[in-house]
């Protein structure tokens, strides 16, 4: 694997090595572990974010830090972009600066794999998140948490809530989630958030939520994408009291369901803040997970032998 732009070519074995290996990066108590080996002694990591970002860029920042990289975090909105510098001749600066791991983020769906192709065999590329096409490490970073809580992916569950039509994220969960042999993956959603004929992703579709999470292990809720819909994708009732998860409605799930969101979370938007305080929440646990996740991503494409 040169690089990471999507899950959709990799199969359980090699997302189950990945979680493997992000897992020897946590304590028991789900903290980062002290020194972890160099794996990136030497290398330059760069971090290219054309859109906003607080958890995936921090997060890679940390993860290559603490792996032994140096970061270079290019600063969009004041790099020579701005100049009209061309995105590839970008691209061709920081490979004359050495860059070794390019982790790029970007509203284009299919920048990434661009990026890649002007790269060429020189450094790796991580997809961080482009259009509404994939977020791969959020889904293995949430693949993590899951197996922390559940264990076993074979019998569960799994609720996807909310504006799967724009979401990188829910794309590349289901893809996950299909991957290591989830049975049961539904999505809740007005039929103006979802993508047309979105059964043929894998997953049953529900449009009333409390029939949706009746019974689920695991409910993910989605972020509504304002800076992506162009035109009234929300439907003419009140979307927020029909699809935001509530105490209420939270009940139809089982006792022991776990709540995830990738963040940024809307507080009383989507989510009711007291789930997001709730036991119940594992929304900072997917945090610090991240960073163990995007530790063992590095360091598998920078030593594909490990
Ligand atoms: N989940 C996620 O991608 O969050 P950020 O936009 O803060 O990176």
Redesign the pocket.
Known sequence: MRHLLTLEHLDANSLNHILGLASQFLTPENQIIDNPQAYLASKTVANLFF????????TFELAAKKLGAQVLNLNIQTSSAQKGEALQDTLYTLQAMQCDVFVV?HNQSGATHFIAKVLGNTGHVIN??DGCHA?PT?ALLDMLTIKQHKGDFSHLRVAIIGDVLHSR?ARSEIQALRILGVPDIRVIAPKTLLPNEAEKLGVKVFHDLKTGIKDVDIVMVLRLQQERMHSHCLPKNDYFSTYRLTPDNLKYAKNDAIVMH???INRDIEIDTRIVNSPQSVILQQVTNGIAVRMAVMSLLVNPNL
Do not use: K, L
């Open positions: 859109e906003p970002s607080t958890r995936t860029r921090s983020r961080a998140g977020h959020q994220v990738p963040g940024p």
